[in-house]
């Protein structure tokens, strides 16, 4: 992952190393869990930014005495919930996990711009740049409650590295998106549109905008959006997004 991938991820879910554990043998780190607390809808979460053991390590009690650790010190500082992520496919790790005390959630799914097709032609709908704080005016667009790595409590800490964007239809927006280009990550897709042919040239004109930020990254990708999300994985689709990964949100009552 690369560096300011990791920053910006550790900014977004509140980092602090006071509540972050490593496990060390002879000085050598062999495992460690990083977490963060973030205050969102009056309770304050511990989340997991980050976890892993060294394979020669595991099954050896390390990565529960390391999550055991910081939720604890997460605890006393008022968290009520932690909550974390796993691939779908890890089911050695979600085991694990269980065998914490997480429960499996939703299931999340990423999709990449691999196979993007040429922009829309005759396109009625127009793009512009927006301050963040027009785009959370629109957020009653967005069709599904979102993930806890995308709540804007997170989106906030990290403003600066956010391009927000409105679609108009010249008489009123049809949709609103938050787009990292450092990352690549769509991070919201907000859509007010009657059917799914009308949403792909709200989102198509959307995506033509993003390809044009400048410094992103080469593809991009339409970031953990959950089953619930109605059309829009269906219209990123048909755009020429590509299923890339799925991962499951676990929580834990602290």
Known sequence: MPLETLSLRLKQNGYRPDISYGAFDEGAMVGLWLSGIRAIGGRKVACCTGATVLEEWRKRGIAGALAGAAEGAARALGASVGVLNARAEDTTVIRLYRGMGFEQGRTLHSYTSAALQAPLERNPMKARAVDIGHAYSLR??????LPWCKMWEGILAVKDSITAVAVSDGLRQRAYGLFQP?????LHVGLDSADEEEGRFVLGAMIAFFMKVPD?????????VPDSAGRIPAIMSSLGFALANAQLEMTKIL
């Open 140 to 145: 009653h667009m967005l069709d599904h409650d």
């Open 216 to 224: 992103r990254t080469e593809d991009l990708e339409l970031f953990q």
């Open 182 to 186: 450092a990352t690549g990550r769509i």
